[in-house]
């Protein structure tokens, strides 16, 4: 094994390394190659090794590494009946991997043969329709939190970063979805109090402080959910929208101002205008979100005959 693998090393010296410095010599052009080269492999290497990371292959890949140090150590220490039996294993160990990996490795192949091939890439969707349908989700969870008079405080992020108040709550860097929205403000839970940090679509933080708006900025019957809406409002160009524990309405803050009592059409229209239009230029409509502006009525029709 460690035979074979020297005749490897040598002959990648030889083809690869070699062949790259002869080039080089009789056309300098190929240094661009060689760039090109090395990115793409690397490329392809993280995407790798992600992609073992998201599955049960990565523990795998571990043992692997370890059986190869274990095989060159025992080489080296002229440790000969241990380094037979993991030439053996490791002779015999790629037959046993494609059994072990044929889900992962079929599930690879099968994105290779999709539309799924730009996700293997990290070319996942459209990042203003995946914005849109982020906003979708999160007015699903404000719908649902004002039915119940849950008090909750969502601030998402545009192009301000607005890390030091995101450091100020708990990490979660999960993916924006209804029902973790609404089970994050459950009353009496250890993330409910506070504000919701959503960005680079994702939910970046919970329990988050902000700063919060004079008294001469807002009306006195409004409470401290609001004050800090205006205030994160104020100081970057995040918007923020919470609803009132008291009376279940749903306010928007944005730009320093305060819009109260916000209908769910009006909200949409808010945010869909400020978040994606502004952001990615004039919104098209397209088949596509017409086909989801119905996929959101139908979830939520569907919810309220649930709750029926």
């Given at each position: 094994m460690i035979d074979g693998f020297g005749i490897s090393m040598q002959k990648i010296y030889d083809d690869i390394i070699l062949g790259y410095i002869t080039a080089f010599s009789q056309n300098p052009m190929s240094l661009l190659i060689l760039l090109v080269d090395i990115v793409i492999v690397i490329f392809l290497g993280t995407k790798i090794i992600k992609f073992a990371k998201d599955s049960r292959a990565w523990q795998l890949l571990k043992g692997i590494f370890f059986l190869i140090i274990a095989n060159v150590l025992s080489y080296a220490l002229q440790l000969r009946i241990l380094n037979f039996i993991l030439n053996i294993v490791m002779t015999w160990g790629v037959f046993a991997l494609i059994v072990i990996f044929q889900p992962e490795l079929r599930r690879a192949l099968e994105q290779l043969g999709t539309n799924k091939l730009t996700?293997?890439?990290?070319?996942?969707?459209?990042?203003?329709?995946?914005?849109?349908?982020?906003?979708?989700?999160?007015?699903?969870?404000?719908?649902?939190?004002?039915?119940?008079?849950?008090?909750?405080?969502?601030?998402?992020?545009?192009?301000?970063?607005?890390?030091?108040?995101?450091?100020?709550?708990?990490?979660?860097?999960?993916?924006?979805?209804?029902?973790?929205?609404?089970?994050?403000?459950?009353?009496?839970?250890?993330?409910?109090?506070?504000?919701?940090?959503?960005?680079?679509?994702?939910?970046?933080?919970?329990?988050?402080?902000?700063?919060?708006?004079?008294?001469?900025?807002?009306?006195?019957?409004?409470?401290?959910?609001?004050?800090?809406?205006?205030?994160?409002?104020?100081?970057?160009?995040?918007?923020?929208?919470?609803?009132?524990?008291?009376?279940?309405?749903?306010?928007?803050?944005?730009?320093?101002?305060?819009i109260a009592d916000v209908k769910e059409e009006t909200m949409k229209k808010i945010l869909i205008k400020n978040i994606v239009t502004k952001r990615f230029g004039e919104e098209k409509i397209t088949k596509i979100d017409r086909l989801k502006s119905i996929n959101f009525k139908k979830e939520k029709n569907n919810r309220e005959e649930k709750q029926d």
């Open positions: 996700k293997f890439f990290g070319i996942d969707k459209d990042i203003a329709t995946r914005t849109k349908e982020d906003i979708y989700k999160i007015i699903i969870a404000v719908l649902e939190l004002a039915k119940t008079r849950t008090g909750a405080l969502i601030v998402i992020e545009r192009d301000i970063q607005i890390k030091d108040i995101i450091a100020t709550g708990i990490s979660m860097d999960s993916e924006v979805s209804p029902q973790l929205l609404v089970n994050i403000f459950v009353p009496n839970t250890p993330l409910h109090d506070g504000a919701v940090v959503i960005s680079n679509n994702k939910i970046a933080a919970a329990a988050c402080m902000l700063p919060l708006a004079s008294d001469t900025d807002i009306a006195k019957e409004l409470g401290t959910r609001h004050r800090a809406a205006i205030g994160i409002s104020k100081e970057s160009d995040a918007i923020a929208i919470v609803v009132s524990e008291e009376t279940g309405k749903i306010s928007i803050a944005k730009d320093g101002t305060l």
